[in-house]
């Protein structure tokens, strides 16, 4: 049985959940249940903090797991990247009040508030920088108006917390963090296929299949428009020059692609979702 490890609460467990149910996986039905196991796929899912999930994976103790890049690093586990699942965007920044400090170099004996000390403490010493790290569980903006930081490093989304707390960002990023798929020294059976699934659903959210007719003779530059992720499909029509093409678009695109074919004289141009994809 594959032992997965998945994050029980935070910013990426209702999107692993949603994504594993996605891709034909069963969860667990509440939110205390710490154990899951789905017979049917042979894999049984344990639900743990997302910032301990490398520690378990990197003992060998669980086979594979999904983290944040940012958790993964912090924690200094053996565990490695296999994928990256494009979902917990998030980039890891410096912040301090406005104007106080804009150089990295200025955090030399100054104390950074953050709930990542390895990860913080790793890019200052490569660059030779000795900062006093203050470690906190969160809320880490508020650190500094309450005396007990000069600057901190944390997860920033939108930056709404940080401006709420008068911080500005400096410095250069940290760290460009995404959840990921990650695994310990072996690469147990079940692997390969948790994640074509997985693919598959990343596939199913971010494109779609678009179907339209065409005159023969333009297919060359509608191609150009909207080439598919291997090739289009053209199937001829029953009338004379005329083809019918199926092909795969970013969904983020679609309206635009549809624009561009319809310029081009395409016809009945129709957008479809994909529900699973295998590619
Ligand atoms: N807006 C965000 N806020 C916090 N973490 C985010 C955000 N977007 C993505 N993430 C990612 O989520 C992971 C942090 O998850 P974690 O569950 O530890 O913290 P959290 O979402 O802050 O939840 P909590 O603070 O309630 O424990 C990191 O990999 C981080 O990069
Ligand atoms: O840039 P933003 O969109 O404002 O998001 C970033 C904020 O969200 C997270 O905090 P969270 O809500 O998880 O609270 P925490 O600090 O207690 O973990 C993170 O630690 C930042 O504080
Ligand atoms: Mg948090």
Redesign the pocket.
Known sequence: MLRIAV?N?????EIAAEMLAEAGYSGRRDSRQLVHTDARNGVEFFYL???DIATYVGSGALDIGI?????LLDSGSAAHEIAHLDF???T?RFAAPTNEISDIADLAGKRVATSYPKLVDDFLRARGIEAILVKLD?AVESAVRLGVADAVAD?V??GATLRAAGLEIFGPVILE???VLIGGAKRPEGVDRLLRRLRGVLVARKFVIMDYDLRESDLDAAVAIAGGIESPTVSPLKDEGWVAVRVMVSADEANDVMDRLADLGARAILVTAIHAARL
């Open positions: 994050p609460k935070g910013s990426l467990s903090r997302p910032r983290t944040g890049r940012d958790l917990g965007d998030s890891f969160g997860v989304s939108t963090s995404t959840a």
